[in-house]
């Protein structure tokens, strides 16, 4: 039984994490409103400044608060923390605005990223409609983790709900973009994975010696616009920045 | 020109480090910084500098080191040999290193990371915001033959200076407290958890490390249904076949094994310090107790600099060691050769 069928268990849930923070969680599993709670109300924290707050982060489904717990005691925090809960119905609660849409030119398939016509079959669709699909929906940046910058993007359709694989791919470069369990992950680093490698970027989520290392954020919106195998090259000649000629809108 | 600090032989392992960098974790990045953080506070109290400042963490092995100019400096964490153009310096003391002479440092005799610091630190490139490397991230690189590692203006002259360190070098009882995930293990489950002895497995590194032991594996209930969530270091994540894994200071942002609970940052560099082979126990507190523990560690921390007694200039190596052997006492006296054999069996 999952944890959620579980009448006992009330969300969101307010936990300690050792001594490093406070930790409020909006679902059991991920969803799309526990991940948007998640968004919306680490904005919320973080525009109420309060002292005891180092940083904060939004994962999949929670808000974290680093606060050094041997330094604050958590129970007056916590006691906030319900009052900013009971504001408002979080799982309703519109993504903060000023977030940005990312369009990434994006070469699905072809030997830079073999894995299209695997990947396809297991989502039994033809690559053409597979690329259709990959390539058109909008997908949110659920969280960033794993490596510096790395994206977290959900999600595709149901039938994108297709298992990691067994054994792992002992490298894909930077800037590819890889599936499973109807998520992307556009990787910073060359990488082993057990993720499918159906695209190619020149896109760079973590650009250490730029001004702007971290081009991301929770909440931001990606779609990975389809383009030939010639105007790829293109852009990998001439590209220096690790935007992969990436085009890009502020959401209101 | 600035004095700086020319590598002629270095380990393999051998990288900048400080407190490492916070403020990133919503980008993916971990604080990272150095694997003992205690023996950047007692470097920075043998100099009198500030326990920001960036030293050359070296894992397992040494160098040799040429000064440009003379320049004031410390030697913290694992003990290991050094001498100064062939004389023996004492571990956990500041020294003049004189313009050209070299200094070396040998393995370590107990331990796993030494720290060289150097008065108000190096002047290395800082990586978004500070020195230290976060070697699993990219940033930063090891330092390699040929180096010269540059350091901050200095105008002291104050040397001669050695502390008592506090004991975290041959692993032991370490303290943690439940986490978020710890109602996901059962009482019992936990109770064993704190009842068996565990030994640092040779699988480990600066993101975490495995800790071996005789018997059933550890579990969570409900294992596959947890979201992958917030990690932090000292969390002991159990894997999928039941082995426990401390996690480091460069381990990921977030992860999707259970943790059995937290180890108290206090506690986190006997795990990091401890040579392969040697024992652990866990025990777990109440989270008032480890609260309270915690402060008491950040206070000792705090009045470091006012442990510092002046080195008697004729304190040879051996008193040294003897001097430290009083401090461990009994229990590490015996564990130590203890870890050894356990480790030869391997």
Redesign the interface.
Known sequence: MTEHADPSKTWPQIKTVGLAGIIVTFSAELSEPGNRAAIAFRAAVVALEWPEVEESNSTLVSTFLRIDLSRFRPEPIVERLQGLITSQDWLSAPLPSGRTLWRVPTLFGTDRAPQLAEASELAGRSIADAIADLSTTTMRVLTIGFAPGQPYLGTLPDHWNIPRQTSITPNVPAGSLVTAVSQFCLFPYDTPTGWRHVGATGFLSFRPNSEDPFPLSPGDEMIFDPVSEAEFQRIEGTDQTGNGGAQTEVLT | MSAALIVRSIGPAAAIQDLGR????????TRGGASDPTALHEGAALLRHAPTCAAVEMAGMGGSFEATADIRIALTGALMDASIDGSNVQWNASHLLPARSVLTIGAARRGSFGYLHVANGFDTPK??GTRGSHLS???GRLVVVGDQLPTCVDTSINVGLHLVPEQRLDGGKVRF?R??QSDKFDAAMITRFTQTKFRRDPRGNRQGIRMDFEGDGFKAN?QL?I????T?A??IQITGDGTPFVLMHEC???GGYPRI?????ADLSKVSQAPIGSTFTFELLT?DE??AV??RA?VVLDKLPKMVKPLLRDVSTIQDLLSYQLISGVVSATAAPLDVDEGNKR
């Open positions: 916070a403020g990133f974790m919503s980008a993916g990045l990586y978004l991230a990219g940033l407290i986490s978020m409900d249904n979201v992958s969530e917030v932090i000292g969390d990921q942002t977030t609970g937290t180890i108290l940052p989270f480890g609260s915690q402060a950040n």
